[in-house]
């Protein structure tokens, strides 16, 4: 069985809500939940990411592991790549899972599905997430990031295309992309190593990077989006949900 080790990136810093790991949701931080979920999944290790003390001491405080990184890198996979080099220095781990920490609702089965994509074939550098867009005005919105892919097996995508523009044309669903990513080793040391590339900086879509290195991305098709917190609306949405769980 392959090593996998789930790594969630979480800063400080936050431009529209600055501290949100540390956000209380239900009465724990909301990194805390994004840990929970990591761990519910039992693929493997899981490990935060950050350059914060409080939000390592948080952590800890519930049981967890957390690493210290630089506060200067430029994504979250640069992030988990120095967090790698020093949660697994033997190089054990063959999968390496990039998951976001501002995703507190995430089904630990789609953490499942994410590996089990990247398991199906082994021509798949990366792994991600993608479900259908329901919501008519969704299919316009730049912020709705979209997967353009073909099929390759039962709920699943190769990715040929991400994009913030309503594509592709003509009937048929439309998938939206869900940012979490599960790496091969070798893809994710390349992956670091390669400078942006054009459609990344056109987009602001740094999995375009993998695209036009000519990487393979494939995706698992879950049933629904994960809530990404990003504004104090989506912290009190995020609040709603978690609280009226039992």
């Known amino acids: 069985m392959p090593d996998i080790l789930i790594l969630i990136p979480a800063r400080m810093a936050s431009t529209r809500l600055p501290g949100k790991p540390l956000a209380d949701i239900a009465g724990a931080p909301m ?7 990591a761990m519910a999944a039992k693929l493997g290790r899981v490990w935060v990411a950050t350059d914060a003390r409080a939000i390592a001491e948080a952590v800890k405080k519930s049981g967890g592991g957390a690493v210290l990184t630089r506060s200067d890198h430029a994504s979250g996979t ?3 790549y120095e967090a790698l080099q020093k949660v697994d220095p033997g190089r054990s781990a063959d999968i390496i899972v990039n998951m976001q920490g501002d995703l507190p609702t995430l089904e630990p089965k789609s953490l499942v599905a994410a590996v089990a994509a ?9 792994a991600t997430l993608a479900a259908e867009i329901k919501k008519p005005e969704e299919r316009t ?11 390759v097996g039962p709920a699943r995508l190769r990715a040929l295309y991400f994009t913030r523009a309503t594509a592709p044309a003509g009937e048929g669903p439309l998938y939206h992309h869900i940012g979490l990513y599960a790496f091969r080793r070798a893809a994710l040391e390349r992956f670091v190593k390669l400078p942006p590339s ?14 036009e290195a000519g990487m393979r991305i494939d995706a698992a098709i879950v049933d ?8 104090a609306e989506d912290l009190e949405t995020a609040r709603a949900m978690l609280t009226s769980r039992p």
């Open 31 to 37: 990194i805390v939940h994004v840990w929970r979920r």
């Open 78 to 80: 640069d992030r988990i």
């Open 118 to 126: 990247l398991q199906a074939d082994r021509s798949v550098d990366i």
């Open 141 to 151: 919105n730049p912020n709705v990031v979209k997967v353009v892919g073909t099929p």
């Open 198 to 211: 054009p459609l990344e900086q056109r987009e602001k879509l740094e999995q375009l990077r993998a695209l």
């Open 224 to 231: 629904a989006v994960p809530l990404g917190v990003d504004t």
